[in-house]
């Protein structure tokens, strides 16, 4: 990325740039567990959907951490970069790595040496429990991998390679996909079976992610870290508004399993996975350009240069809102025919999914202002109101709607729920975007 001020047209083709990979990285990636989700479906049957549940939280788990590192690291090495110091942005890059290989071997490890009590401890019980060892087996092992593997992503991608970063994620799924028809459908490996297709395809990954070192261009060098307090203590404070977003989903997705169970019945949790499967997927849209503006507003905030990050912030907000029509209205006219990929023998579920669908996926309209002003706040370093808002979007607003909407208007107040805690977010987010636009007001116009 050039230092000097980017013009308006360039900063358009620089985001996107960026962003596109980035978005269909996003998507491609939520796959995974989707595609897993279809084939375990036909070829397992509801146990083995049951057992990918019951093991969902660990994985978000590990991710959320490996996120933690990853983006907290990746914010400051293009801050760094921007600032013309490779050699200070290349030590963050291996203190991430190292820190990430030495958690990922000991979380991993722990999993593998004492599997039952990780499985029971999960929720899963007598009947789920042979599924679900066989699948967080596998999972854990290739975790090792995965976990540093997944840092390294977000750091090649921040080091100029955004394309190197799509076509590793694009080709780990095609692996994974191919084999999970061959190990599930064709050998009858079962839980087993989807689970290390799975890892062979994120070691796939990995390994095109590494090839970055191939490339002259770098920064990225491979060496032994220098540790520095300060730096590791800024990797974590900013990490930790994306550690809570990855957990964001999970909180909220057992608040409605909560309230749905109560007040409609198991029926509301098995549409209400349909929905959350959909929404995972489209969700990504909006990380995914939330990911791609990160490495052009860190290296712009590095160098000084505030008002191109702030224009890049408006841009992406921009294309948030206009992805977020398109999908709602795909969602609106087609929910049905998507929620009747995964159940195709019972029209009343999908037909409720469908309906849930209109409802919920409002509220992505205030959550990518939201991520972006978030976003915003971690280049920035604006710490207090970018853990403040991701903790709300774990436990807060929507919780508290949920237990007002439902009484006053019956299931459709469920649904609204999730709509109504995201505007408070979207709100609160603003008003903490005015108060430090405010604050920057003098050196803008001086700049």
């Given at each position: 990325?050039?230092?000097?001020?980017?013009?308006?047209?360039?900063?358009?083709?620089?985001?996107?740039?960026?962003?596109?990979?980035?978005?269909?990285?996003?998507?491609?990636?939520?796959?995974?567990?989707?595609?897993?989700?279809?084939?375990?479906?036909?070829?397992?049957?509801?146990a083995g959907i049951g057992a990918i549940n019951i093991v969902y939280p660990f994985i978000m788990f590990e991710i959320a951490i490996t996120m933690l590192i990853?983006?907290?690291?990746?914010?400051?090495?293009?801050?760094?970069?921007?600032?013309?110091?490779?050699?200070?942005?290349?030590?963050?890059?291996?203190?991430?790595?190292?820190?990430?290989?030495?958690?990922?071997?000991?979380?991993?490890l722990l999993v593998l040496f004492f599997t039952p009590a990780v499985c029971r401890m999960l929720g899963a019980d007598d009947v789920l429990l042979p599924y679900v060892q066989e699948y967080i087996w596998w999972i854990a092992l290739f975790g090792i991998i995965y976990m540093p593997g997944l840092v390294l992503s977000i750091?090649?991608?921040?080091?100029?390679?955004?394309?190197?970063?799509?076509v590793g994620t694009l080709t780990g799924t095609i692996v994974n996909i191919v084999l999970d028809y061959l190990f599930i459908m064709v050998f009858d490996m079962g839980m087993a079976g989807a689970a290390i297709a799975t890892g062979i395809g994120q070691t796939v990954s990995v390994l095109i992610f590494m090839s970055h070192f191939l490339w002259k261009k770098r920064t990225l060098q491979l060496a032994k870290p220098k540790w520095n307090g300060a730096d590791i203590k800024k990797i974590l404070l900013s990490g930790t508004p994306t550690f809570l977003?990855?957990?964001s989903q999970s909180a909220v997705s057992y608040s409605f399993n909560l309230v749905l169970i109560a007040r409609v019945g198991t029926i509301g949790i098995s549409y209400y996975g349909i929905v959350m499967y959909i929404c995972s997927m489209f969700n990504m849209v909006l990380i995914g350009l939330t990911q791609g503006a990160q490495p052009i507003m860190s290296f712009r905030y590095g160098s000084g240069d505030l008002k191109t990050v702030k224009a890049i912030r408006s841009l992406a907000i921009k294309t948030a809102l206009i992805c977020t029509t398109v999908i709602y209205a795909t969602l609106f006219f087609f929910g049905g025919a998507l929620a009747s990929i995964f159940v195709s023998d019972s029209p009343e579920l999908t037909g409720m999914a469908a309906e849930m669908m209109k409802y919920y996926f409002l509220a992505f309209f205030p959550i990518g202002i939201t991520l972006m002003n978030i976003l915003y706040f971690q280049v920035t370093?604006?710490?207090?109101?970018?853990?403040?808002?991701?903790?709300?979007?774990?436990?807060?607003?929507?919780q508290l709607f949920l237990l007002v909407l439902p009484s006053a208007f019956g299931t459709i107040g469920i649904y609204l729920s999730f709509l109504c805690g995201e505007l408070c977010h979207c709100l609160l987010s603003c008003y903490f975007y005015r108060k430090i636009h405010m604050r920057e007001g003098m050196a803008i116009t001086k700049d």
């Open positions: 990325m050039p230092k000097a001020r980017l013009k308006p047209k360039s900063i358009g083709k620089e985001f996107a740039r960026y962003a596109i990979p980035s978005v269909v990285g996003m998507v491609v990636s939520s796959l995974y567990n989707i595609v897993d989700g279809i084939f375990v479906g036909r070829g397992v049957g509801e990853a983006i907290g690291g990746a914010n400051h090495f293009s801050s760094s970069k921007g600032r013309g110091d490779d050699k200070a942005a290349n030590n963050i890059f291996l203190q991430c790595m190292y820190m990430m290989i030495g958690i990922g071997i000991v979380l991993n750091f090649v991608r921040n080091d100029n390679s955004p394309r190197r970063e799509l977003m990855e957990f370093e604006q710490g207090p109101q970018s853990i403040a808002l991701s903790f709300l979007r774990c436990i807060g607003f929507i």
